[in-house]
């Protein structure tokens, strides 16, 4: 796979892109706050640079695509846990 990734830089870039801005929506963003139009194009445009040097890197051997894809699946399973957690005492408060 990691041989793939490597000879395909522009899907790797993709994916590496894709997996930045959901980590960065989801973890590093508070939900309620809205950042100003230029801040938010700053933020996205030093996403897009800082993508390309982890393409660097990933084309270098590093396994940077699937490390970020751990972390994603990590992010489920909390969300999923929070989210049984909730229904859990949910369901014991009824009782």
Do not use: E
């Not at 801040?39 to 390309?52: D, E, H, N, Q």
């Not at 489920?76 to 369901?91: G, P, T």
Request: proline share 4%.
């Amino acid at each position: 796979m990691q041989a793939w990734l490597s000879d395909h830089p522009l899907v790797s870039y993709l994916l590496i892109l894709g997996m930045t801005f959901f980590i960065f929506q989801n973890v590093f963003r508070p939900q309620q706050v809205k950042l100003p139009l230029l801040k938010a194009i700053f933020m996205y445009l030093t996403m897009i640079v800082g993508s390309a040097i982890l393409l660097v890197l990933q084309i270098d051997k590093l396994p940077i695509i699937q490390c970020m894809a751990v972390a994603i699946v990590m992010m489920v399973m909390l969300r999923a846990r929070q989210i049984y957690d909730k229904w859990k005492n949910k369901s014991t408060t009824a009782d």
